[in-house]
């Protein structure tokens, strides 16, 4: 797995999301108190960046369908939420509940470093 520096750590507050653009990926960061954790910015569902999503404590919640993901290891707490009825079954059959893609992160000197598959 290939190690990519992000940027530093502090200039993400705490509560907030940050995106980055990390080869050919695009790796998103939830800070939620002192933790760090990164997933794959795009919702697993249609594409949506989660990096303009909301950040609840651990969950991340889909801007565009209102899928919510735990941020400590992506899996789904619900699925296309915004959406009712119809739409939601239809939209379901297109793609059933995805886990948010995880990645693993440390913190050196600072530093955030996440690793990508590769």
Request: charge should be positive; glycine fraction near 12%.
């Amino acid at each position: 797995m290939p190690a990519i520096t992000l940027g530093l750590a502090a200039d993400i507050p705490a509560g907030t999301l940050r995106s980055y653009r990390a080869g050919e990926a695009r790796v998103l960061i939830a800070r939620v108190g002192d933790e760090y954790f990164a997933l794959d910015a795009r919702c697993p569902h249609l594409g949506a960046d989660l990096g303009r999503g909301r950040l609840d404590g651990y969950i991340i919640t889909c801007p565009l369908h209102g899928s919510r993901f735990d941020a400590r290891d992506g899996h789904v707490l619900a699925w296309v939420d915004k959406m009712s009825g119809l739409v939601k079954g239809a939209l379901t059959a297109i793609k059933g509940p995805t886990p948010a893609k995880t990645y693993p992160l440390r913190i050196e000197n600072g530093a955030l470093i996440v690793e990508l598959p590769g």
